[in-house]
């Protein structure tokens, strides 16, 4: 059975090589934002409707703690991306012991303020780093990385194939004249 409509569908000429996405750390934050805003929006009005204002301010707190915690992350991965590449696990570490010490020292600096409706804020938190994490998978599932780098490989003057033989080739050269 032919498919009539691919006739039409494919473009003529040549395609052209697709590379790495261009910022990928700012790409994922995008899609963690909209995946995290849309939660903490649902989470907001739920928090109006059952609760009080507090309810509301918990839910924000609790959201936009995590948001601030996570996204800090993506926005040094961006910068120190586009300077030094090589350098980014390294400061991912070190920006996530200095995020993990200094919002320890937040918290347990600030308590529990009187407002705080601690179910809430601690169900918008859990909510939040869910909604974060899906937007994570979902933002990296579609980054293109360039492994190899053929135009780099080009450049090279030994363009000879050093695989293996494929079965039924022989290793050695057949003589013309018989044993």
């Known amino acids: 059975?032919?498919?009539?409509?691919?006739?039409?569908?494919?473009?003529?000429?040549?395609?052209?090589?697709?590379?790495?996405?261009?910022?990928?750390?700012?790409s994922i934050l995008k899609k963690c934002l909209f995946f995290g805003g849309i939660g903490i929006l649902a989470m907001v009005v739920l928090a109006f409707i059952f609760t009080d204002v507090a309810g509301v301010l918990s839910v924000l707190f609790g959201s936009l703690l995590v948001v601030t915690f996570f996204g800090l992350s993506l926005v040094v991965v961006h910068l120190v991306g586009r300077k030094m590449p090589s350098a980014v696990m390294g400061v991912f570490v070190l920006t996530f012991l200095v995020k993990a010490v200094g919002f320890a020292a937040i918290l347990f600096a600030l308590g529990s303020p009187d407002w705080l409706n601690k179910p809430w804020f601690a169900g918008a938190a859990v909510v939040s780093v869910l909604l974060w994490q899906a937007g994570e998978i979902a933002g990296f599932l579609k980054q293109r990385f360039l492994f190899f780098d053929?135009?780099?490989?080009?450049?090279?003057?030994?363009?000879?194939?050093?695989?293996?033989?494929?079965?039924?080739?022989?290793?050695?050269?057949?003589?013309?004249?018989?044993?």
């Open 150 to 179: 053929e135009d780099a490989s080009n450049g090279s003057a030994d363009h000879t194939s050093t695989s293996a033989p494929s079965p039924g080739e022989s290793t050695t050269k057949e003589s013309s004249h018989d044993v």
């Open 1 to 26: 059975m032919k498919d009539k409509g691919a006739s039409n569908s494919a473009v003529r000429g040549s395609l052209t090589v697709s590379g790495p996405t261009v910022s990928p750390s700012l």
